[in-house]
């Protein structure tokens, strides 16, 4: 049983940095991609961030590419979405998810495991 748990949301004012986390347990990861999705209030799911585990490729929606770095940590089997530059538009439910290597990397549906969620609020 795969389980993916996220932490680090919080509130910060706009132009703010902050880090979430994604600790990954129930198998080994070697050939999984991690990604990071968003959901605010009244709109989908959407693609933030992704990166193969075992380290190269990596994606990022255009929203979000310069301010945020995905990353991992295999040791620690945990993942991290560092935020930086923060606006009020970032605003949302950010969401850890992981799928076998292969495929799209930002196509929510082919994410098999999903974490809780962790509320990031922005202020301006």
């Known amino acids: 049983q795969v389980t993916l748990v996220e932490s680090g949301g919080g509130l910060v004012q706009a132009g703010g940095s902050l880090r979430l986390s994604c600790a990954a347990s129930?198998?080994?990861?070697?050939?999984?991609?991690m990604g990071w999705f968003r959901q605010a209030p009244g709109k989908e799911r959407e693609f933030v961030a992704a990166?193969?585990?075992?380290?190269?490729?990596?994606d990022y929606a255009d929203s979000v590419k310069g301010r945020f770095t995905i990353s991992r940590d295999n040791a620690k089997n945990t993942g991290y979405l560092q935020m930086n530059s923060l606006k009020p538009d970032d605003t949302a439910v950010y969401y850890c998810?992981?799928?076998?290597?292969?495929?799209?990397?930002?196509?929510?549906?082919?994410?098999?495991?999903w974490g809780q969620g962790t509320q990031v609020t922005v202020s301006s």
């Open positions: 998810a992981a799928k076998y290597y292969g495929g799209s990397y930002s196509r929510r549906r082919e994410y098999d495991y």
């Open positions: 129930g198998r080994t990861f070697s050939r999984y991609v």
């Open positions: 990166v193969v585990w075992s380290g190269g490729r990596s």
